[in-house]
């Protein structure tokens, strides 16, 4: 089952979640950015952003594509330069973020990796830790490593990153306003899982 995809979004796409309220923000562009996961058994990487848009939340690693790089080498790049690893990056999924008043719109790719090399390193901007996404607790895993904090992360990244970290490929868009502290509150979202042609 296919249902109406909001502006932006593309693909053969099953709606997953939607909410919120309002029309779809209207947008005359994108930029690109990156944004990577390193998944091992049950733990995912994720880094405190120590400045810049999304300071104090926890976050994957990424940034703007800049001129004449492809999306994954601007995903291996960035991964680098904000937890000091090499990952065998793929692209697991699509983001569509608009601020109101923008004009223009955060086209964010999400890539993840199975495997590292290196040591994560806190950088300038991001301070690595692991986190469990682990169903059980109570194991000395769970003791040693904390479940993944939604609280401090961004409001949409509780729909998608359960969808990522199963492997689903995911697609979604997310509007929001920008509050008088400061922060992005989300007005409307819809997230939808890829569908495979084979
Ligand atoms: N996990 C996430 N969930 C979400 O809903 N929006 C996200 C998101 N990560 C980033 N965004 C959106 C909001 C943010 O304003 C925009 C750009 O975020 P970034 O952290 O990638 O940008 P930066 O300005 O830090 O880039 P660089 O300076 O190139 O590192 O993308």
Same mark, same amino acid.
């Given at each position: /089952?296919?249902?109406?995809?909001? +502006? #932006?979004?593309?693909? =053969? ?10 029309? %779809?923000? +209207? ?7 990156? =944004? ?7 733990? *995912?990487?994720? #880094? &405190? ?5 999304? *300071? =104090?939340?926890?976050?994957?690693? #990424? ?12 995903? /291996? ?6 937890? $000091? ?5 793929? @692209?697991? $999924?699509?983001?569509?973020? &608009?601020?109101?008043?923008?004009? %223009? ?8 990796? @199975? !495997? ?9 901007? /991001? ?10 607790? $109570?194991?000395?895993?769970?003791? *040693?490593? +904390? ?12 729909? %998608? ?10 697609? $979604?868009?997310?509007? !929001? ?8 509150? &989300?007005?409307?979202? %819809? ?8």
């Amino acid at each position: /089952m296919t249902s109406i995809l909001p +502006p #932006g979004l593309e693909g =053969n796409l099953v709606e997953y979640v939607q909410g919120g309220v309002g029309d %779809w923000l +209207p947008f005359n562009q994108k930029r690109f950015y990156t =944004n990577a996961f390193i998944i091992q058994d049950d733990k *995912i990487l994720l #880094g &405190m952003k120590k400045r810049g848009f999304g *300071i =104090n939340k926890y976050n994957g690693f #990424g940034g703007k594509v800049e001129p004449g790089e492809t999306l994954t080498q601007a995903a /291996m790049r960035e991964l680098k330069e904000e937890a $000091g690893i090499d990952a065998p990056l793929e @692209h697991a $999924g699509s983001l569509l973020f &608009m601020a109101k008043g923008a004009g %223009w719109a955060f086209q964010i790719e999400i890539f993840s990796a @199975h !495997s590292y090399s290196g040591t994560p390193t806190e950088s300038d901007e /991001m301070r690595p830790e692991w986190f469990s996404f682990a169903s059980s607790a $109570g194991s000395d895993a769970d003791a *040693i490593v +904390p479940p993944i904090p939604y609280e401090t992360m961004w409001d949409g990244d509780v729909h %998608w990153l359960p969808l990522l970290v199963r492997g689903q490929k995911f697609v $979604g868009r997310i509007d !929001s306003v920008t509050q008088d502290d400061g922060e992005f509150a &989300m007005t409307r979202h %819809w997230f939808g899982t890829v569908i495979s042609d084979n």
